[in-house]
């Protein structure tokens, strides 16, 4: 006989490289961390000095101005707002508050909604790719290889190439998933859970009989003072 704890049943605990869900969340939360946080430094830079980084509309090849102020101060925010939630995520990992990963669960899911949106207009709309291509700026590298190739072939590499990306997603989303429940469980519980290899029970026996059987039983003798 063995004791279980109720956490570590249902679910795996382990990730990528067999290392613990809560050291895969930990590390996932960092690495968006640092990619937001290079992502900030250069919207900011972008912010204070805008001629560096100005992009005519010859250039884009279209009549539109690129990241003016509005699209730029909304860029910061939402920046911000992931490294709140990544850092968040990292920390109720580190001291095991399942409640500080929802946020980032939440954004995780939204992500893959997004992604899963992308694949579906590409399967309902190929031809909304070659329009898409057509609209790039004309230096763009290898637009002209990618206007050559089959337009079949273009939406199944698409496609593939999206697979792809929505599985590892949809991976590192039960990571994280596994990390919550894992703590939860932890925080929730310290109740043990005893396997048995055999399935036999005890059974206590009927009233009826246990009360005859008492009453057949010899009376103690009396008790004498000494």
């Given at each position: 006989?063995?004791?279980?704890?109720?956490?570590?049943?249902?679910?795996?605990?382990?990730?990528?490289?067999?290392?613990?869900?809560?050291?895969?969340?930990?590390?996932?939360?960092?690495?968006?961390?640092?990619?937001?946080?290079?992502?900030l430094l250069i919207l900011l830079s972008a912010l204070a000095d805008p001629?560096?980084?100005?992009?005519?509309?010859?250039?884009?090849?279209?009549d539109f101005e690129f990241m003016d102020d509005a699209n730029m101060c909304i860029a910061i925010a939402i920046s911000v707002l992931m490294i709140l939630?990544?850092?968040?995520?990292?920390?109720?990992?580190?001291?095991?508050?399942?409640?500080w990963i929802i946020p980032f669960f939440c954004y995780q899911i939204f992500d893959f909604a997004l992604?899963?949106?992308?694949?579906?207009?590409?399967?309902?709309y190929p031809n909304s790719i070659?329009?898409?291509?057509?609209q790039l700026p004309p230096d763009f590298p290898y637009k002209d290889d990618i206007m050559s190739v089959n337009p079949t072939c273009l939406v199944l590499i698409i496609l593939l190439f999206i697979?792809?990306?929505?599985?590892?997603?949809g991976y590192l989303i039960s990571c994280v998933w596994n990390c919550y429940r894992y703590i939860n469980g932890r925080n929730s519980s310290d109740v043990l859970?005893?396997?048995?290899?055999?399935?036999?029970?005890?059974?206590?026996?009927?009233y009826d009989d246990a009360t005859v059987n008492s009453a057949t039983k010899e009376p103690p003798p009396p008790y004498v003072s000494a």
């Open positions: 006989m063995k004791m279980v704890a109720p956490w570590t049943r249902f679910y795996s605990n382990s990730c990528c490289l067999c290392c613990h869900v809560r050291t895969g969340t930990i590390l996932l939360g960092v690495w968006y961390l640092i990619l937001n946080a290079v992502v001629d560096h980084y100005h992009f005519s509309s010859s250039e884009l090849g279209g939630i990544c850092a968040m995520a990292t920390y109720g990992a580190y001291k095991q508050r399942a409640a992604n899963t949106l992308v694949a579906v207009t590409v399967l309902v070659q329009e898409y291509i057509r697979s792809i990306i929505l599985a590892f997603k859970v005893y396997v048995t290899s055999n399935d036999s029970t005890v059974l206590l026996p009927p």
